[in-house]
């Protein structure tokens, strides 16, 4: 090919793209539709050697935790999130899990139901959007008696899950149940004393509530281990098989953009500051020495990751689990 061969040809080549641009300009914009808005379901699933076990989500909620932390300053906890690229309030996870053994089903605490408004109340959809029923469920078991782990045992005076065997801690309910602690109980923890009133009943009335005392198994697999502090019977739920664990921790961590890093951070709703922080601190140091996963009720959804040392020894840092599109078993001790 010559060089007027070769420019000609170069001409057209332009004429055309410039052509397939001018064309493409001029098409109707099929891509201009209205934003959806919303999420997918929330749920997300991980193997536990042969357990499955499902984040369940009931939806997020925000909290100012420049004002509810304790143990820094407000300005502190501000530039903590600042750094974490997030905002406050900030917007706050509320996570269940749910436990498949293959023989059983049991829910690690049932969400705020209608309680905390529109935003959550979310877990019985997620539930039947990862393929399960309410009526499937065998065992609900509670980690504490807050308002946002029990607010979505019974809807209109019925029990969500109406086959199942309600479990809590007995140092928990007997606390909750008293109205002498209401009356003396900080103002912002007063609602959980109604709410577990109201929850709890239509399961009291058909026989299905069963404290227990200290730790116990709950169905093969899943036994509860007691951690109090943030509640006088907060229960941590360990699920195991084939040597691998999860540890499902209930409240142990409010504020992940804060209180890895420095665990003496409490809450304002602790029950007892001195308590919590210790469990939480060692909650820390075995989750990190040891190497399983954890499942955190206010960590971001799905909740699930491990603990590691900071690279300067000096507090902790979470790490989120890996997305799994097959549910490989990631809950790997070491």
Same mark, same amino acid.
């Given at each position: 090919?010559?060089?007027? /061969? ?7 080549? =332009? ?5 397939a ?8 914009? #099929?891509?201009?539709?209205?934003? /959806? %808005? &919303?999420?997918?379901p %929330?749920?997300?699933?991980i193997?536990? @050697?042969?357990?499955?076990v ?5 939806g ?8 509810l =932390?304790? %143990? ?7 530039a903590?999130?600042k750094?974490?690229?997030q ?8 996570? /269940?899990?749910?436990?498949?053994t293959g023989s059983?089903?049991?829910?690690v605490? *049932?969400?705020a ?7 959550l @109340?979310n ?5 039947r959007?990862a &393929? ?12 504490h008696?807050?308002a946002?782990?029990?607010? %979505?045992l019974?809807?209109?005076?019925q029990?969500?899950?109406?086959n199942?065997?309600?479990r809590?801690?007995r ?11 209401? *009356? ?13 009133r109201?929850?709890? *009943? ?6 299905? =509530?069963?404290?227990?005392d @200290? *730790?116990?198994q ?16 907060h229960?941590y739920f ?6 691998e664990?999860?540890?499902a921790?209930?409240?142990?961590? #409010?504020?992940?953009?804060? /209180?890895?890093?420095h665990p003496?951070?409490?809450i304002?709703w602790?029950s007892d ?16 020495a ?5 499942a955190?009720? #206010? ?7 491990h603990?590691? =040392? ?25």
């Amino acid at each position: 090919m010559n060089m007027h /061969q070769r420019r000609t040809c170069a001409r057209l080549v =332009l004429s055309l793209v410039l052509g397939a641009t001018i064309a493409a300009t001029a098409a109707p914009a #099929h891509a201009a539709a209205p934003i /959806q %808005g &919303g999420q997918a379901p %929330g749920y997300y699933r991980i193997m536990v @050697g042969t357990i499955e076990v499902t984040a369940l989500s009931d939806g997020t909620i925000d909290f100012p935790m420049d004002t509810l =932390l304790v %143990g820094e300053t407000p300005d502190a906890i501000r530039a903590a999130y600042k750094k974490a690229f997030q905002r406050l309030p900030a917007e706050s996870s509320m996570n /269940q899990f749910l436990v498949n053994t293959g023989s059983r089903l049991v829910l690690v605490d *049932a969400g705020a139901g209608t309680v905390f408004g529109p935003t959550l @109340g979310n877990t019985v959809a997620s539930l039947r959007a990862a &393929g399960y029923t309410p009526e499937q469920v065998d065992e609900v078991v509670i980690t504490h008696m807050h308002a946002d782990h029990t607010g %979505g045992l019974a809807h209109d005076g019925q029990r969500t899950f109406p086959n199942a065997v309600l479990r809590i801690a007995r140092a928990d309910l007997d606390f909750w149940m008293n109205p002498a602690n209401e *009356a003396k109980s900080p103002e912002g923890v007063r609602p959980s004393f109604a709410v577990a009133r109201e929850a709890l *009943a239509p399961y009291i009335a058909s026989g299905k =509530l069963e404290p227990f005392d @200290g *730790a116990t198994q709950i169905v093969p697999g899943v036994r509860a281990i007691p951690a109090p502090g943030h509640t006088p019977g907060h229960t941590y739920f360990a699920v195991e098989s084939n040597g691998e664990k999860l540890l499902a921790w209930g409240d142990v961590v #409010h504020a992940a953009a804060l /209180q890895f890093a420095h665990p003496s951070v409490r809450i304002a709703w602790d029950s007892d500051d001195g308590a919590a922080e210790a469990a939480r601190e060692k909650a820390f140091a075995d989750a990190a020495a040891k190497g399983y996963i954890v499942a955190g009720a #206010h960590l971001p959804f799905p909740g699930l990751g491990h603990v590691a =040392l900071a690279g300067d020894g000096k507090g902790y840092v979470f790490l989120p689990v890996t997305y799994s599109a097959d549910r490989k078993p990631v809950a790997l001790a070491k």
